[in-house]
């Protein structure tokens, strides 16, 4: 680097002819360095970092490594030098890190799946989860003396949604956290459950694990409030209120499915009110969702009933026939979450009869068996699936429009001069010969300079050996 009295004097001097060579020599400098100045293409008093020298070369990394994701370092590295690129290998690859030059892979890096995309657009969109006991539900729902109640928080726009539920056991509380997250339109990257959805289950390590692969089937990451923490997850005063109101009009006679489209009704109305009517879109905007797979975790429902006297089963607001010689034992009714029937068997384990599901609450006499009865088989649920990686590395040759790029990097080197395959001449073209020319064709001005210089190297190799 020249300071600037260093390019002052250089510049006077060369103005009084002095040549490149005489001026180094005088300020102790390398030829290469003063000539650069002279020229204009460096400024005095400003140090070149070494990824300077690589600007040039940046839209043909970019454009190779977007033809080849795969492409090693190394190879690109190679390309480069033999394009003129003077720098070194690690400056190479910390500004492919910097520049963040190589794309990522679609194929073979799952945070590029569709929801991960959706989600990388939408930041860290949080749900919470709370679980609400109501007293003294309707007899006829068949449910005991309390109700559950599992709401579904957004974090950003506080809206909520709920749905009843008879116990909250495990596979109650995993069927109405899909229902809740359909209502919601899709799910967040990240649940927060209630601690107390852990412990009422029953043992709170097997829930957790199962809780966890829940998780692991929506694709979302699972996060369990401390008791001792601020609890997030719990609902505003208001809504609370507006919960127990709404749960104090339904009468005892107020059949299962009216009583949870009233709490969708009250939903909706505090949407409205909650959201003012010119920010209401943008609010919409900003809680777009990740989508929700095809069916729910299909976790087990398994209760015991009673078979009445007339030989039914009651299960969900509906009553399923057995064998009347049944009448009055104890059968368990099995039910997998996303199966259009149910089984009903033996307390022993033995299989009776399967049933078509009828909608729950809908008073209906199902008799008859027209599914084949097979042993039920408990299986795990799969996640979700991700693109396969793929297995394009190595070596690919450039593309045509990386050979365009290398092309417009060869018709001009860094100092501005041609490019040739001949060493010798390219030494004659950055001299300033015309293009073509050889050593003869030099005018008797550059003749001498060229004279002047190499006497200066003589000069300067002979002080060094003595």
Not at 134 to 157: D, E, I, K
Not at 171 to 178: F, G, K, R
Not at 359 to 384: C, H, K, L, Y
């Amino acid at each position: 680097m020249l300071t600037r009295e260093e390019y002052d004097e250089a510049y006077v001097l060369r103005s009084e002819g002095w040549s490149v060579s005489a001026i180094a020599r005088h300020l102790c400098r390398d030829r290469k360095t003063v000539r650069s100045y002279l020229e204009g293409r460096r400024k005095p008093g400003v140090r070149l970092s070494p990824e300077d020298s690589l600007q040039r070369y940046v839209p043909y990394c970019r454009q190779r490594l977007s033809d080849a994701v795969h492409l090693p370092a190394r190879d690109l590295f190679d390309e480069i030098v033999e394009l003129g690129y003077t720098g070194g290998y690690s400056t190479l690859t910390r500004a492919l890190r910097k520049h963040r030059l190589r794309p990522l892979c679609p194929l073979c890096c799952r945070n590029l799946s569709v929801a991960a995309q959706t989600r990388d657009q939408q930041g860290n969109e949080h749900v919470y989860f709370t679980i609400l006991r109501l007293l003294a539900p309707p007899p006829h729902w068949g449910w005991g003396t309390c109700a559950y109640l599992t709401v579904a928080r957004l974090s950003s726009s506080s809206r909520w949604r709920a749905v009843l539920v008879e116990s909250d056991d495990f596979p109650y509380v995993v069927e109405a956290i899909h229902e809740t997250l359909r209502r919601l339109g899709g799910t967040g990257s990240a649940w927060s459950l209630d601690p107390s959805m852990a412990a009422g289950a029953g043992k709170a390590d097997r829930v957790m694990r199962d809780f966890v692969r829940v998780a692991d089937y929506y694709d979302v990451t699972l996060e369990i409030d401390s008791p001792t923490s601020k609890q997030t997850s719990q609902l505003s005063g208001e809504d609370l209120r507006q919960i127990m109101r709404a749960w104090r009009t339904i009468s005892s006679t107020c059949p299962l499915p009216t009583a949870q489209d009233r709490f969708d009704q009250l939903t909706a109305r505090l949407d409205v009110r909650r959201t003012p009517m010119p920010s209401r879109r943008e609010a919409n905007e900003q809680t777009r969702l990740l989508p929700l797979p095809d069916s729910a975790y299909p976790a087990q429902i398994r209760v015991m009933r009673s078979v009445t006297p007339r030989g039914l089963v009651p299960f969900r607001g509906n009553t399923y026939a057995v064998p009347s010689d049944l009448a009055g034992t104890t059968v368990e009714v099995r039910w997998r979450i996303g199966e259009s029937h149910v089984s009903i068997a033996t307390a022993g384990g033995a299989l009776i009869t399967r049933h078509a599901l009828a909608p729950p609450g809908a008073r209906r006499t199902v008799t008859g068996s027209r599914e084949p009865i097979t042993p039920d088989r408990r299986t795990r649920p799969s996640p979700r699936p991700h693109p396969v990686p793929c297995r394009g590395g190595g070596y690919l040759p450039p593309s045509p429009a990386a050979l365009a790029e290398a092309q417009r990097l060869r018709s001009k080197d860094p100092t501005g001069t041609q490019h040739w395959p001949n060493p010798q001449a390219r030494v004659c073209v950055s001299d300033g010969a015309p293009e073509g020319s050889s050593w003869s064709d030099r005018s008797p001005d550059q003749e001498r300079e060229r004279e002047d210089e190499r006497a200066g190297d003589r000069q300067t190799a002979a002080q060094t050996a003595g």
